[in-house]
């Protein structure tokens, strides 16, 4: 039955770990997978990780399932984290990672039995469309990045989505847009939200990065506001990037709606839908997180390595935009400085991202995003020269 399948090209992603670890150049360098990396180009376990862990081991007393929506205190503390009041009817489901939440969340879409569409940007991270059309949904684009002009197309956003029909899902980024790092700014947010809650348009906010951006609270702005402006939005929460648990697959799916009833539906639906896939989520990285926002110590610990790790890519911004701006002797790379989170576009084409792994050993994905994480004292000026001499 197997002869009958097709080879399939690697995940556009996922397969240039395995490039970049095939790569024997002492030099190499991974601006690929959106991992953090400190300066030594590690991606260390967070000391605050590491402490919960150890209580964990103490203390754990069973492994007896979690339950089908996961660990409640972790639920509860995310809310918190999200929301400075959380909405009335939030229900919330933990997950395998941010993956497991959007997928969760789009087959739950499918269960309103309604013909919807799923509005996401172009560009949006490579596996917003596999992980939603996967469950059935028709997926459109609105204009989000202007290549030209390096920034967000923000008038040409709110004209695509003036043609969306009520009840058509909005995928936002809450902060840190992944592939482009341009995110909406606190003038735009409103209008964005103001025209969802005039079309009746459901957002479903992918949250991959908070406290990557600027902090937990600014980058939860827009979250924030749509839980004021608007009776029913969605949330895909990740923990893998802020608690830098990758591996453990931590994340959630919230719902917020109109009513008690719809609440307990949804909730309802949801856990039928996890049943249906894989049960019920892992245990170990959510107790973690709980455990970490659940004690002040622990928490404050976890913010200030957080805060550290922010500091640092935004200074690999400001170090990276000069450093390029220098070497190329007229060309304005100052959007890498302002833009957010983990990622930017170098702005290169695929023949000169070819070139940069071909000949210099430095891997990005197709669409010139790079990690900025993966750049470090020691690679900054061969990065720099090497896309001086193919510019
Ligand atoms: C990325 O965009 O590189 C990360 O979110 C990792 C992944 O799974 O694609």
Redesign the pocket.
């Known amino acids: 039955m197997f002869e009958s399948l097709e080879l399939l090209a690697a995940d556009p992603?996922?397969g240039l770990i395995q490039r970049f670890q095939q790569d024997i150049r002492p030099e190499k360098v991974d601006l690929g997978?959106?991992v953090y990396r400190d300066d030594s180009g590690a991606t260390p376990i967070m000391a605050a990780v590491k402490q919960a862990e150890a209580r964990l081991l103490e203390t754990e007393h069973s492994k007896s399932y979690v339950g089908p929506l996961g660990n409640l205190l972790f639920i509860e503390q995310m809310a918190k984290l999200l929301f400075s009041n959380a909405p009335e009817h939030l229900a919330g489901l933990q997950t395998p990672g941010g993956c497991g939440a959007l997928r969760v969340l789009a087959e739950l879409i499918m269960k309103t039995g309604r013909t919807l569409t799923l509005w996401a940007s172009n560009p949006t991270?490579?596996?917003h469309v596999p992980l939603l059309a996967g469950a059935g949904l028709n997926i459109q684009s609105y204009r989000y990045y202007d290549y030209k002009n390096h920034g967000l197309d923000f008038d040409g956003m709110m004209c695509d989505l003036d043609n969306a029909q009520a009840g058509d899902v909005v995928l936002l980024h809450g902060c840190c847009h992944?592939p482009s790092g341009a995110d909406l700014n606190q003038k735009q947010w409103p209008l964005l939200l103001e025209l969802c809650a005039n079309k009746s348009l459901v957002p479903l906010i992918d949250v991959?990065y908070q406290g990557f951006g600027d902090d937990l609270e600014q980058d939860a702005f827009g979250v924030r506001l749509a839980a004021k402006m608007l009776p029913e939005f969605m949330l895909a929460v990740s923990c893998s990037k802020n608690f830098g648990l990758y591996r453990e697959r931590v994340g959630a799916a919230f719902v917020v709606s109109e009513s008690a009833e719809a609440k307990a539906a949804s909730i309802s639906h949801m856990a039928a839908v996890t049943r249906g896939i894989y049960s019920m989520p892992p245990s170990h990285g959510a107790s973690v997180v709980a455990e970490i926002l659940s004690d002040d110590v622990l928490r404050a610990q976890w913010q200030s390595e957080l805060s550290g790790m922010c500091f640092r890519i935004k200074s690999l911004r400001s170090d990276l935009a000069a450093a390029l701006a220098e070497a190329s002797g007229h060309r304005d790379f100052s959007f890498i400085e302002e833009e957010k989170g983990m990622f930017s576009f170098l702005g290169l084409n695929p023949e000169q991202v070819k070139r940069l792994a071909d000949e210099h050993a430095i891997y990005m994905a197709d669409s010139s995003r790079i990690?900025l994480a993966g750049l470090n004292s020691s690679n900054l000026a061969h990065v720099v020269n090497s896309v001086k001499s193919i510019l």
């Open positions: 992603l996922l997978v959106g991270w490579a596996n992944n991959a990690n």
